[in-house]
Structure formats: structure tokens, C-alpha cells
């Protein structure tokens, strides 16, 4: 898994992630020991999140055969990539040596992810095409998808691109954080493991914060 943050001004990312996480980067701008890996890059504000595929031409060719929106892929350095389902999905095949077997989903690493999805055909569209397989939820239309590190869920409600959740120690100390940085933070909500807000960057890139409750 990869995930990619865009925003117009890539120095202003840096510094706000920065305090917000603190993140150091790279020459390339990965952020430097992400797990799983992650970067910044210049564009329209958004989070894009490819999902690890071994097959990026079978996975492709399924996802159209199943009425599903794929681009050709286009190969870089670290394998070959696309965003699917109009722009919301990304698939990944990674090069040798660019794949990591267990992410730490540590504090700052992306550690829980959300697919919204329109409706249960998309939903079965993406169950056939990723072999994902699922389990009910705890909230309903939620479903946990239960082969895939980090853990993610499916919701069935609205098509979107995922929603990224990032590991903090206190989600109420991370909030400050953010809208110190000119971000902005909801209140702390709790959920099946722990605790989350929804946060906005300096540059309207959505995502949220997130912490576990300890046993």
C-alpha cells in the first residue's frame, strides 16, 4: 500500500505535516520511514491511496469487465500505477524491492483507511477485483475488510475517494496540533477501537487522526 498527499504549495505541506506528525522527508519528498510508505506531491488538494496488486493488467481488465473505470497503467521507478473508478481507487504493482511485508502503523503512519463506495454493486465490483474478503461491521452498510495490513473498512453509502486515518498518542493533543498549523480539527469521537477526529490541512486536504484504547 502507498498513499500520496497533494496540495498546491508543497513547502507549506511540509511544515504542516511536520508539526502535525513530525514527519522529515526526503530528497524525492517520501516521508522518511512511513510505514507504509507515503509521500507529497504538487496538485489539486487531495489524498490519493494505491492498494498492492500482483497483477496491475489482470486487475485492470477485471475491474472493466465488471463495469469498473480503469486507465492503462503507467510504469515509474517504483512499479507500475493507475487511478481507477475515476480517480477515487489506485492500484499499485510494485518493483522489486519497493513492496513492504508488514507495515508498524506506528504514531504518525497511516494505521486504518475507509472505501466508501456507492452501492452493492461497486462494493461486489471491488470484493471480485481486489479479493478482498469482508466481515460486518460495527456500524450499518460497514464492513471490515479482513485481508489487508494495515486494516481498512467498506462502507456502502456514498462514492468518494478512502478516508486515511493517521496514528496519534492523544487525539485531543494532536487536534491542538493541527489547528495550531491552520489546519482544523472536529471534536473527538469514539469509535469500535479507540478514538478519531476529522481534520482538514492548511490547504483543504481532508483526513483524520486517530488513537487506540489501551486494554
Not at 5 to 24: E, N
Not at 77 to 96: F, I, M, R, T
Not at 116 to 142: C, I, M, Q, T
Not at 144 to 159: C, K, T
Amino acid at each position: 500500500m502507498y498513499y500520496a498527499i497533494h496540495t498546491p504549495d508543497l513547502a507549506r505541506a511540509r511544515a504542516f505535516y511536520t508539526s502535525v506528525f513530525g514527519w522529515t522527508y526526503r530528497s524525492d519528498d517520501h516521508i522518511e520511514g512511513s510505514s507504509p510508505a507515503g509521500g507529497l506531491g504538487v496538485g489539486p488538494p487531495r489524498i490519493d491511496l494505491y492498494f498492492e496488486v500482483p497483477d496491475i493488467a489482470a486487475t485492470v481488465a477485471r475491474l472493466r469487465e465488471l463495469g469498473g473505470v480503469a486507465p492503462d497503467p503507467v510504469r515509474s521507478k517504483s512499479g507500475w500505477s493507475c487511478l481507477a473508478e475515476d480517480g477515487v481507487l489506485g492500484l499499485w504493482q510494485p518493483a522489486d524491492g519497493y513492496a513492504e511485508s508488514s507495515p508498524k502503523c506506528a504514531e504518525g503512519d497511516l494505521f486504518y483507511y475507509v472505501v466508501p463506495v456507492a452501492d452493492e454493486k461497486v462494493k461486489a465490483r471491488y470484493v471480485a477485483a481486489f479479493g478482498w474478503e469482508l466481515s460486518a461491521g460495527s456500524h450499518p452498510n460497514g464492513w471490515n475488510i479482513e485481508n489487508s495490513v494495515p486494516p481498512g473498512g467498506l462502507f456502502v453509502d456514498h462514492a468518494g475517494p478512502p478516508d486515511l486515518y493517521f496514528r496519534v498518542a492523544d487525539v485531543d493533543e494532536a487536534a491542538v496540533r493541527v489547528r495550531e498549523a491552520g489546519g482544523t480539527a472536529g471534536e473527538r469521537q469514539p469509535n469500535s477501537a479507540g478514538w478519531h477526529a476529522v481534520c482538514t490541512d492548511d490547504q483543504e486536504v481532508r483526513f483524520s487522526i486517530g488513537s487506540l484504547r489501551q486494554n
